[in-house]
């Protein structure tokens, strides 16, 4: 190999290396501050979390558990809860267009019901493991713990799906889903860390250090793991939560230095 070869090549690869470091540079990384604590109730194995109005609706999950509430913000407090059957795990929720859409996890089978009297209205079969739902208004949007996401009609059809990478790596463990000002905003099931993703190309835009935000005393041996995020359009107010959290947090994000 020629020294002016080698020089081209080491002049390719510290280009690529400097691509590399330019598009990490764009993953922004925030942390969590806490702006306002509320009640939450820790027997909600939380799944599915977003706002109708100024209530909350929280579906929750596990085998013989899982259920449809209508929660009162300031108290944490179920107006309406709904059970289901103890064969169904009940995960990810959202609204669209007056309907309620329910995901479960392994069941096979996706329910809708009513927005405001919260009553059964069909099932529908659904093709694949059931995690986060979410919607931009138009579309379903679910994950199945991959690092894929599936855009659907509201009949559960296949649109288009879209794998999610950051700095060119596909990210699994997609969870809980929230669409806010334009970006899906993903918990990674089993960690602290949300992803702020582009819903055109699936690239992660921002990651959120939610690390410590139940505090210790706060948890004990039922305590499992971040998971509920509802965006309050009307206040434009951030919420999280988990599985049997004691606590639902108002927070606003820092960036890291």
Partial sequence: ???????????????????????????????????????????????????????????????????????ELATGKALKKFSFERKYFIEGSVELDGEIFILTWQNKVAFIYDANTLEYKQTYSYPREGWGLTTDGKSLIASDGSSRLYWMDKSFRHQKSLVVKMNGRPINQLNELEWIDGKIWANVY????????????????????????????????????????????????????????????????????
């Fill in 1 to 71: 190999m020629t020294m002016n070869r080698k020089s081209l090549i080491i002049l390719i690869l510290a280009a690529v290396m400097i691509s590399m470091s330019s598009c990490a540079a764009k993953v922004k990384q925030y942390k969590v501050k806490v702006v306002k604590e509320y009640p939450h109730d820790e027997m909600s194995y939380t799944q599915g979390l977003f706002f109708q109005g100024d209530k909350i609706i929280e579906t929750t999950g596990q085998y013989g558990e899982s259920t449809l509430r209508l929660v």
């Fill in 190 to 257: 089993m960690t602290d860390m949300i992803l702020i993703i582009n819903p055109e190309n699936g690239e992660v835009e921002a990651t959120v250090d939610c690390t410590g935000l139940l505090p210790r005393h706060l948890r004990d041996q039922y305590t499992d793991v971040l998971n509920g995020i509802a965006y309050d359009p009307s206040t434009k107010k951030v919420f999280l939560t988990g599985k049997y959290w004691k606590r639902l947090y108002e927070v606003e994000l820092v960036q890291k230095k």
